[in-house]
């Protein structure tokens, strides 16, 4: 069955390359500026063609329930709040429609979206949320990073609701400052202790007797049939968009600036399912584009996974604190599979592609497919695998497996590539073929993994360009590897059926911890 899957998926990996996809695609960025069609959704597994939510011909008016202008600077604070609550209960009640805030400076609360609503952000109107805590009471449910709780609201909340969507080309202010230094001062509690407790007993969150935590920007939690489209989001409490145990979801044409944001992700599909992501432009202050599934025990019980996403011809630049364009976890305890992630092009990050997990998380990432992107000036590694997020973590091992990379290019990375996997849980059946590495320092360093294939692959870097330590059925066709001499070290006792091609045997090097016979270079086995 494996045998099957795996020729199958690279049969689907041959097509792109010979259809000029990957070659074609090499040092051009992709176009943000969304087309009003969405196009047909390609992916390789089953994803259902997506479509924008429609509503009835009615606008109702903020102005008309209510609602006054304030900037945020002004002395006098006029909240919209309830003239927008109003709004939104007049639009469902007539049975949906459009809620127009208009351009100008509008003053609120937390927003509750209900169904069949469309939330109309118009060019020029920006909305700030305010900075009071009671603004965002009562409390609601939650999950903060990974961990159901009981919490302020989110700035829009949009519970057990469907056909739903957040529009237009205005903005939405999160004044995230004020959050950021009142956090500081709170003790939130321990959230890998807390997940091991009934919710009602969690001492997690407003509700659980402490302050609480900073709320997310925008949450469907529990809904269907959902877009957000053309706004900007700026200076989030926390993470922007995260949607929550829901599914038909689309994400498209929006502009994140989080850069100073403590937790400042872009958009955080967390327990979804089919998910369209394209044409965003991300500056975050933490990763751009983040798949996640729950928090060890708690993630484990509710075991919902992320799955059937696809992200598209985006943009992310100047992603900071240790993040990545385009990430997977480190909360993945309700797995992550069926992902499609192509076109992108990442800027001045910390990281480009990650994997981050640790023990505890348990479960299964898989069948993830990535390509056609193009990295500058990234920090650390450019793709990272990381079993290891937190070195003292105890409990159930989670599994990368089937993970397809292809056509990357990248200019500028302290590391190249950097793989880790766990004693007991290695690596599986990691890709990676079409990628050009220039100007690393280190170049691709592969731990506890099994079933790899590197293939087509050009790293020109100051140290050695490939180092295997402990990998097994290992396979190296084509490397034109520049750096460190000899190019390729093995070394791990438990390092096996390793297989290169295109390479001399004097670029290849054996430590003395190697089984003898287990490297074969163009066929012939090393000593």
């Known amino acids: 069955m494996m045998k099957k899957r795996k020729a199958i998926i690279g049969g689907w990996i041959c097509a792109v390359i010979l259809l000029g996809v990957g070659t074609a695609w090499a040092g051009r960025k992709p176009n943000t500026e969304p087309p009003v069609a969405i196009a047909p959704i390609k992916a390789p597994f089953e994803m259902p063609q997506l479509k924008r939510p429609s509503f009835p011909d009615r606008t109702f008016d903020i102005r008309d329930y209510g609602a006054v202008q304030c900037k945020w600077e002004d002395d006098e604070k006029r909240k919209s709040t309830e003239a927008i609550r109003k709004a939104i209960i007049a639009c469902h009640e007539a049975g949906g429609g459009k809620v127009l805030v208009p351009k100008g400076d509008w003053l609120t609360g937390a927003i509750h979206l209900k169904s069949n609503v469309n939330l109309h952000i118009a060019e020029g109107a ?80 407003k509700g659980g007797g402490r302050e609480g935590m900073r709320p997310t920007f925008i949450v469907p939690w529990k809904a269907r049939n959902i877009l ?204 990676i073929k079409n990628a050009v590495f220039e100007n690393v320092s280190n170049g691709a360093i592969a731990h506890r993994v099994k079933e790899l294939t590197l293939e087509n692959i050009s790293i020109t870097s100051k140290g050695r360009p490939i180092t295997l330590n402990d990998v097994f059925e290992t396979t190296i066709k084509n490397a034109k590897l520049s750096g460190q001499r000899p190019p390729l070290l093995v070394d791990g006792s438990e390092s096996g059926a390793i297989a290169i091609e295109g390479l001399d045997p004097d670029q290849v090097e054996c430590t003395q911890n190697v089984p003898r016979g287990v490297v074969t270079v163009g066929g012939a086995k090393l000593p």
């Not at 409990?395 to 766990?422: D, H, Q, W």
């Open 126 to 205: 920006v909305v700030h949320f305010s900075n009071d805590l009671e603004d965002y009471l009562p409390i609601v449910h939650v999950r903060c990073e990974g961990v159901e709780a009981y919490n302020y609201s989110p700035l829009i909340y949009a519970p057990h609701v469907e056909n739903i969507a957040i529009t237009g080309r205005g903005t939405l202010h999160g004044h995230g400052r004020w959050w950021w230094s009142w956090a500081r001062n709170n003790n939130r509690g321990n959230r890998i202790e807390e997940t091991k407790l009934p919710l009602k007993e969690r001492r997690y969150g």
């Open 228 to 431: 957000i489209e053309g706004i900007t989001l700026e200076e989030s409490p926390m993470w922007n968009v995260h949607p929550v145990y829901s599914e038909n979801i689309i994400v498209r044409g929006i502009t994140v600036h989080s850069l100073e944001s403590p937790n400042g992700d872009g958009v955080v599909p967390d327990s979804c399912k089919n998910v369209l992501i394209e044409y965003n432009h991300l500056e975050t202050g933490d990763d751009a584009v983040v798949i996640k599934s729950g928090l060890n025990e708690d993630g484990l019980k509710i075991n919902i996974p992320s799955e059937n996403i696809v992200v598209r011809n985006f943009t992310a630049r100047d992603v900071r604190t240790g993040s990545g364009g385009i990430v997977f976890g480190s909360e993945t305890s309700g797995g992550i599979r069926n992902i499609y992630v192509h076109d992108a092009y990442f800027d001045g990050c910390d990281r480009g592609i990650r994997f981050k997990t640790t023990r505890g998380r348990g479960n299964v990432i898989e069948n993830i497919y990535i390509e056609n992107v193009e990295m500058k000036n990234i920090e650390s590694q450019a793709i990272n695998f990381n079993s290891y997020y937190e070195r003292r973590a105890i409990g159930k091992s989670p599994l990368f497996r089937n993970v397809y990379i292809n056509n990357v290019r990248v200019n500028g990375a302290r590391t190249a590539i950097e793989m880790i996997g766990l004693p007991e849980k290695w690596l599986e059946n990691i890709n």
